[in-house]
């Protein structure tokens, strides 16, 4: 197993306050890594660091072999898809639109950026009728539905998902997760997926890693967190999340 | 202060003719005026040149006798090919003298004494010939005296100075017991009443302080005898007065002239030296009697023509053409500095928009230029070289003026952008400038076309007061309205320019439309 992303003594801080502290992380090709912790872990600092909408304080990045740097950043980001809890569309364009404003940037042809999007619609269980519409015409779910399909468009060989099913009623949730879960494994898709939900994890992790305080407590699947925990803190985050499920 | 005090003299006479509230504005205008003018050949001069080589512009200061005589040049002129057009009462001495040396108008009509005191600044300067060889320095020739002196003098009621025989002022010693009321400036000034009474020899002790106004009433009651006036005075020949003859010339002269720009034609030359020696204190006197009793200025002129038996018809401008010259000059001030403002005040405000000190200076400079009343701005710019008095100033005033709703509007609505949609937009990896151009501005576009509106509505209303330093627009008739106190002329200005707001109002009604994408209207 290769790792497409490599965290070398990566760290961040706001101020007084760490958001992270100096950590190692790799990500590993064709898996799908959920990173999960409480509010304020460092979770979201942690995938927020791996598409550089934050500098890290110290460490290094590496993508697929190569250095992340001011000069390839934007570069390195058009191979990375990133969907986040409120879906990010820009309300001034329609559903087409958000999902093609990449590739028609890029100069992608009409033809093949059409085809693509004809692709994601049925991957994604989107109906073509509502293409045209604005995200305020929209239903959350449908939303976080574009915002995947605008993600996914160039193909991208790494997909951040920031809580993205966060703000979804349980119904909506459920089969979503269901259609997400079916398209990653289609796609053999790299995922980083953060939740506070460990049911959610338990559910598409190939590894989950648990992060408290800004570090990383452990790596591993769900057995192995609920068998060997690390440290006190995994039995009694396994414990909490497990209560709430079974209520 | 001496000085401009004393070189503001005939400036007083004009403000005596119209309505007191616009002296100290004007005062305070000329007042900060820099004694070297810098001219420049400009572009914005070029862009909202608005009349053809081929025709003459014919400008006036803002009092009745220079809104006669200016109907006069242009009744005078239409006998020559190509088009005459009359700018009635651009401003005072300085703004017409300014816009002939620009070239903006081509003839006006001045007085000796006030070329000699005012534009030249050399009061020693006196004959004809030597006041018309320091103009040609300028570009600028001279006509000879038109025929009457508007001087200071003394004037008497006529039945009052022929019971006691008098005729001029050294006549007034044989009667000390005569009593005067003289302006109080007239009263203050050292070459005022002081060294009049020295070089007569006066005699008489009652003598008085008294407004201009109220002493012709004083006057027509007996209350007083003699009072101070300007000799072609049109209240000397609604109130029947005699003009006392200043027999030792102790008053400098104040001849009526042309002044016109030396690249006027020959033919057009010619007809306004026709005019030398034509008019007389008396005519004037009627002449401007008549203009102030029915506001037709052309009307006087025409009777003037009549008095030459020529034909009394001076083709004016009608109400419509002068309503489209007022309105188009008007949006043109509005408009091209609200373009001004929009390629400046959204850069500003983009940013503003990311905070730190520079936003801080940029929307506080702003902010500080709003608060400063409009009428203040304008008076600020005239001092600064290369603004001074012109359509530029108001333009630069106007820009100014429309800054900030552009500025605070741009960057508000580009902070009111919420953070998820702007790391979207990063982590796309769309660069700095797509970013802007593709999400940020069109997302803040209602923000920003708010702003533009609010600066566009204010730009309307405030071009109005452009027209106090000659620039034009609907202020024109607003302030000649004030000026001669007639309401029907102010609403000839004040109710279009009210309908432009609103009709401007209304077109970005309409823009917002087009331009706000539909899904930030849904």
């Known amino acids: 197993m290769s790792a497409l992303v490599k965290l070398a003594n990566v760290s961040k801080r706001y101020g007084d306050a760490v958001a992270l502290y100096p950590t190692e992380l790799s990500i590993e090709s064709g898996k799908t890594t959920v990173l999960i912790g409480p509010s304020g872990c460092g979770k979201s600092t942690l995938l927020r660091l791996v598409i550089c909408l934050i500098q ?79 995200p305020v015409e929209l239903s959350g779910g449908q939303r976080q539905r574009v915002s995947l399909m605008r993600a996914l468009m160039l193909s991208p060989e790494l997909l951040l998902l920031d809580e993205p099913l966060g703000a979804l009623d349980p119904l909506v949730r459920a089969s979503l997760q269901k259609d997400l879960k079916e398209i990653f494994a289609r796609l053999g898709q790299t995922v980083v997926f953060v939740t506070h939900d460990l049911a959610e994890a338990i559910y598409f992790a190939d590894e989950i890693v648990l992060m408290n305080e800004g570090r990383i407590v452990q790596k591993g699947t769900s057995i192995d967190l609920r068998e060997r925990p690390a440290e006190p803190f995994v039995s009694e985050f396994i414990n909490a999340q497990r209560g709430i499920t079974i209520v | 202060m001496n000085r401009i005090r004393k070189t503001r003299k005939h400036e007083r006479s004009e403000s005596r003719n119209h309505e007191p509230n616009s002296k ?72 017409v003298w300014q816009a002939l040396k620009t070239g903006e108008i081509q003839v006006y009509p001045e007085y000796t004494g006030t070329i000699s005191e005012e534009i030249l600044k050399e009061p020693a300067v006196r004959s004809l ?84 106004a109220l002493g012709y009433a004083a ?48 033919k057009r030359t010619a007809l ?69 403002s929009i390629i400046v005040g959204v850069p500003l405000g983009i940013v503003a928009s990311r905070g730190g000190a520079v936003g801080h200076v940029i929307l506080g400079f702003a902010g500080v230029v709003q608060t400063i009343p409009s009428l203040a701005l304008l008076a600020l710019l005239v001092p600064v070289p290369f603004f001074g008095i012109s359509v530029r100033t108001a333009i630069a005033a106007l820009f100014l003026y429309g800054l900030l709703p552009i500025v605070r509007n741009t960057a508000t609505g580009l902070q009111d952008i919420p953070r998820s949609l702007r790391e979207s937009a990063v982590a796309l990896g769309l660069s700095p400038i797509a970013r802007l151009w593709k999400i940020y501005l069109p997302i803040a576009s209602r923000s920003i076309l708010s702003g533009i509106k609010t600066s566009a509505v204010i730009n309307i209303g405030t071009a109005t007061l452009a027209a106090l330093i000659g620039a034009g627009g609907l202020g024109e008739p607003i302030i000649s309205g004030l000026n001669l106190n007639d309401h029907v002329t102010i609403l000839e200005g004040a109710i279009p320019a009210a309908v432009l707001a609103l009709l401007v109002q209304w077109c970005f009604d309409f823009l917002d439309r087009a331009l706000i994408p539909k899904g930030l209207r849904l």
């Open chain 1, 56 to 134: 890290p304080d110290s460490g290094l990045i590496d993508f697929d072999g190569e250095r992340v740097t001011h000069d390839n950043v934007n570069a390195l980001r058009r191979r990375i898809g990133y969907v986040i809890q409120e879906g990010g569309l820009f309300p001034h364009l329609t559903a087409r639109a958000n999902v093609l404003l990449m590739a028609r940037h890029i100069g992608k042809p009409e033809e093949e950026t059409g085809n693509r999007l004809l692709e994601l619609c049925e991957l994604t269980r989107f109906s073509q009728n509502l293409l045209s519409r604005y």
């Open chain 2, 24 to 95: 100290p504005f004007q005062g305070f205008l000329i007042s900060w005026i820099p004694d070297s003018f810098l001219i420049f050949s400009c572009v914005f001069a070029f862009l909202i040149q608005s009349v053809s080589a081929s025709d003459v512009v014919i400008g006036s200061k803002k009092f009745t006798e220079s809104y006669v005589l200016g109907e006069i040049a242009k009744g005078a002129l239409q006998n020559a090919p190509g088009k005459v057009v009359f700018r009635p009462g651009m401003g005072g001495t300085i703004i």
């Open chain 2, 129 to 212: 010939n030597s006041i018309r060889e320091r103009l040609r320095s300028f570009g600028v020739g001279m006509t000879d005296p038109l025929g009457f002196n508007n001087t200071w003098a003394l004037v008497m009621r006529r039945s009052e100075a022929e019971r006691l025989g008098i005729r001029c002022i050294s006549d007034l010693k044989k009667n000390p017991d005569l009593k005067l009321g003289l302006t109080h400036e007239f009263l203050d000034r050292q070459d005022g009443w002081p060294r009049l009474r020295e070089r007569y020899g006066l005699p008489q002790q009652d003598v008085r302080g008294i407004d201009h």
């Open chain 2, 219 to 266: 006057l027509a009651r007996g209350e007083i005898d003699v009072k101070d006036a300007y000799s072609t005075d049109a209240k000397i020949a609604e109130n029947n007065l005699v003009v006392l003859t200043d027999d030792q010339n102790f008053f400098p002269r104040y001849d009526a002239v042309f002044l016109y720009g030396l690249s006027l034609d020959e």
């Open chain 2, 272 to 340: 306004l030296k026709t005019l030398k020696g034509t008019i007389d204190e008396t005519l004037m006197t009627h002449l401007n009697a008549e203009a102030e009793q029915t506001k037709d200025y052309a009307g006087a002129a025409a009777r003037y023509f009549e008095s030459r038996g020529e034909s009394g018809v001076i083709e004016s401008d009608s109400f419509s053409h002068k309503l489209l010259r007022w309105t188009i000059r008007h949006l043109q001030l509005a408009g091209f500095s609200l373009l001004l």
